[in-house]
């Protein structure tokens, strides 16, 4: 088994250069699922007693996480190889920081953070970068004052948050406008500071780490079809946690082994929860060879290793009730399918929009330079398979994009170059030594 964890440059001017062509062949792991590494640290800090990670991924959205909770006055030793060791303060133990928390890139936890700190009676404010800045945050401010949270941010509805003092949460009952976990979760999380219960409905399933972990720290949590609830004042209880791979961060290889010829590789140790499993499920629909073997439990989460051999995929309608399963993961998704033979067509995924960066048009305009027949629309995309050529594509600062052209090249006719790719660390540290190992012919240029 190769693990590879070394980290990227973090310069701003990252250009991965990929040759065409290659397969990719081994048995590999991926690094720690993101979402579960932000929630292990949020709910361990709150917890009584001391939880111990392993597999806690070591890229910069979860130190961000962890960063925070440490200004936020919690002991947390590590991460070493993957390894955390928290002393929980309890469910009103956190103190009130020195400074504004930087919470980088990451979305997940400027959603999350917002509700778990609504309720806490402290006056904290969250900042994030450039990209962050401009990304929606009302879907989550709005319900949250809706429970008395004084959560306020720019006149644009974005970062940065202030949330001030409030003596008490109220429990409400909300239904989701869009499917979003984290929308789901913050509201989840607020509701354990909030008098009574409270409930959220979801319109389609969502990963649901949240609920499944604050049940591994002993929180009960109700469902009720796609309704659940926590009521206030409860405790954590400190746990251990081992943290699946990434089914994000294995997607970019399952794409790649799919559409490479003579591609044979096994990812070990891959989360398969069902609420994040679209990306399997899509793929195989389009004739992708994807065995799921060795099939268990941890610590709450299904977890399996995944085989997968090359297979001539076909371009299909993606059903509309796998988009909120798979919606990470559509950028490698869009690459399966400009080299799928006929045509596919995504619908009802809007979400895409509001990501790192519009994820349709980007996806659109790099598949476009190379060679591929794409529509945009203001849901999804409609692609028609073809042959790739070699080109020049931007990622705009969005790690998933850059990893999606990066396995493109597998494919491609000529050399694809990826500009603007330092944002890769923030979800999968190694990716292009663990990426050139599995097979791909990559390398990280600072481009100056």
Known sequence: MQVL????????????????????KGTFRVPGDKSISHRSIMLGSLAEGVTHISGFLEGEDSLATLRAFRSLGVSIEGPEKGQVTIQGVGMHGLKKPQAPLDLGNSGTSMRLLA???????????????????????????????????????????TAPLAIRPVKALKAIDYELPVASAQIKSSLLLAGLYADGETCVTEPAPTRDHTERMLKGFGYPVQRSGNRISVTGGGKLTACNIDVPSDISSAAFFLVGASIAPGSDILLEHVGINPTRDGVINILRQMGA?????????????????????????????????????????????FVAAACAEGQTRLTGAEELRVKESDRIQVMADGLAILGADVTPTADGIVIQGGTLQGGRVNSHGDHRIAMSFAMAALRAQGAVVIDDCSNVNTSFPGFTELAAVAGLTIRAVEDN
């Open 289 to 333: 060879d994807i065995e799921i073997l060795n099939r268990r439990d941890v610590g709450g989460e299904p977890v399996a290793d995944l085989h997968v051999r090359s297979a001539q995929l076909h371009g299909i309608d993606i059903p509309e009730e796998q988009v909120p399963l798979a919606i990470d993961e559509f950028p490698a998704l």
């Open 5 to 24: 964890e070394t980290p990227l440059s973090s310069t701003e001017n990252l250009v991965f250069h990929v040759q065409p062509g290659g397969a990719l």
């Open 115 to 157: 509700g778990l700190l609504a309720g806490q009676g402290l006056e904290i404010t969250l900042v994030g970068d450039s990209s962050l800045s401009g990304r929606p945050m009302r879907r989550v401010t709005d319900p949250l004052r809706k429970m008395g949270a004084i959560v306020e941010t720019t006149d644009d509805g």
